[in-house]
T-cell receptor, first 116, second 108 residues
Framework: GAVVSQHPSWVICKSGTSVKIECRSLDFQATTMFWYRQFPKQSLMLMATSNEGSKATYEQGVEKDKFLINHASLTLSTLTVTSAHPEDSSFYIC????????????FGPGTRLTVL | DAKTTQPPSMDCAEGRAANLPCNHS???????VYWYRQIHSQGPQYIIH???NNETNEMASLIITEDRKSSTLILPHATLRDTAVYYCIVSSNNDMRFGAGTRLTVKP
């Protein structure tokens, strides 16, 4: 299957700082990428849908000014958590859609963010 | 609101078939049934998907009822490495929204 990578795999930061997470589709072009958040012992929650070259579409309740998404190329989307606080500590997962006849969606390995 | 209903947990003996049910009684005609699994602290892994016909691949089989209101994922010979949370998702546009899933524990 197609490969999606995330960087970094884990990050620890101080409260009030910003953190950028990268999501890359390694062997295919992804016109659409998705960002999810997962708290301990909970399911994945869709945060936003990112389309290459256009503004991201955020789910209800997700602050677009806090979670900045940029999808500048067909293989890269970034999520920046601005002014992070301890309650933003979570597992952030991206996915990318392959397009084509099957339009499958593949997930990255996730990034664990801890805000102190 | 969840579109699917799955049992919260199931156990299976190693080497036996694991049959994971999913109810999706409000599924629309253009919605596919997808199955993913998530092993602890990893990203979800695609398993299989189908529209109305039964499907099989190297990982699993998917059985969809004729009325499409429910489906069953079958892992034919479960191993300890199949211990994971299994998610059943219905979607028409590949916008995957996850429910609570079924935590499958494969026991020796």
């Amino acid at each position: 299957g197609a490969v999606v990578s995330q960087h970094p795999s884990w990050v620890i930061c101080k409260s009030g700082t910003s953190v950028k997470i990268e999501c890359r589709s390694l062997d295919f072009q992804a016109t659409t990428m998705f960002w999810y958040r997962q708290f301990p012992k909970q399911s994945l929650m869709l945060m936003a849908t990112s389309n290459e070259g256009s503004k991201a579409t955020y789910e209800q309740g997700v602050e677009k000014d806090k979670f900045l998404i940029n999808h500048a190329s067909l293989t890269l989307s970034t999520l920046t958590v601005t002014s992070a606080h301890p309650e933003d500590s979570s597992f952030y997962i991206c996915s990318a859609r392959t397009g084509g006849p099957y339009n499958e969606q593949f997930f990255g390995p996730g990034t664990r963010l801890t805000v102190l | 609101d969840a579109k699917t209903t799955q049992p919260p947990s199931m156990d299976c003996a190693e080497g036996r078939a694991a049959n994971l049910p999913c109810n999706h009684s409000t599924i629309s005609g253009n919605e596919y049934v997808y199955w993913y699994r998530q092993i602890h602290s990893q990203g979800p892994q695609y398993i299989i998907h189908g529209l109305k016909n039964n499907e099989t691949n190297e990982m699993a089989s998917l059985i969809i009822t004729e009325d499409r209101k429910s489906s069953t994922l079958i892992l034919p010979h479960a191993t300890l490495r199949d211990t994971a949370v299994y998610y059943c998702i219905v979607s028409s546009n590949n916008d995957m929204r996850f429910g609570a899933g079924t935590r499958l524990t494969v026991k020796p």
